[in-house]
């Protein structure tokens, strides 16, 4: 089983992270699946909107192996979206996680939505999650 999750530094992206680990752990996947974690840039991006900070990956590293899932953390200059489709080409992913937002249809149009093209373009069934309200 491969499970890839788009994280970032959001809620959004927490939620999307547990809902994957707490997903394998009630299947019973945790010996037989490989998470695959795409990190991605947040807002305090120093230079590049892709651009993770050590210490995030660090942390996610931290949270993966106390998990027990055997894990990949992958990042890169290519935006998510073209990561995630990739990655699920190549390791022919059972799904993708993904968390999800509100955002007007301003911001939409201003930022684009990697949300709508991993949507369309990922071969495997993908889950949306949305962080908890609070």
Same mark, same amino acid.
């Given at each position: 089983? &491969?499970? =890839?999750?788009?994280? &970032?530094? !959001? #809620?959004e /992206?927490?939620?999307a992270?547990?809902?994957?680990l707490?997903t $394998?752990?009630?299947? %019973?996947h945790?010996a037989s699946?490989?998470?695959? $974690?795409v990190a991605a840039?947040g807002?305090d991006? #120093? /230079?590049?909107?892709?651009y993770?900070?050590?210490? !995030?990956?660090?942390?996610?590293?931290? !949270?993966?192996?106390? +998990? /027990?899932?055997?894990h990949? =953390?992958h990042s %890169?200059i290519?935006?998510?979206? +073209?990561?995630?489709?990739?990655?699920?080409?190549?390791?022919?992913?059972?799904?993708?996680?993904? %968390? =999800? @937002?509100?955002?007007?249809?301003?911001?939409k149009?201003?930022?684009g939505?990697?949300t709508? @093209?991993i949507?369309l373009d990922?071969?495997? #069934?993908?889950?949306?999650?949305?962080a #908890?309200? &609070?």
């Amino acid at each position: 089983m &491969n499970y =890839i999750v788009l994280v &970032n530094d !959001r #809620p959004e /992206g927490d939620a999307a992270l547990t809902w994957a680990l707490t997903t $394998v752990n009630a299947l %019973g996947h945790t010996a037989s699946a490989t998470v695959h $974690v795409v990190a991605a840039g947040g807002a305090d991006a #120093p /230079g590049s909107p892709n651009y993770v900070a050590p210490q !995030r990956t660090d942390d996610l590293a931290a !949270r993966l192996r106390a +998990s /027990g899932v055997t894990h990949e =953390i992958h990042s %890169g200059i290519d935006d998510p979206a +073209s990561i995630i489709v990739r990655l699920a080409e190549h390791h022919n992913a059972d799904m993708v996680v993904i %968390g =999800i @937002r509100h955002r007007s249809a301003a911001m939409k149009m201003l930022l684009g939505s990697y949300t709508q @093209r991993i949507l369309l373009d990922t071969p495997c #069934p993908v889950v949306a999650v949305k962080a #908890p309200a &609070n």
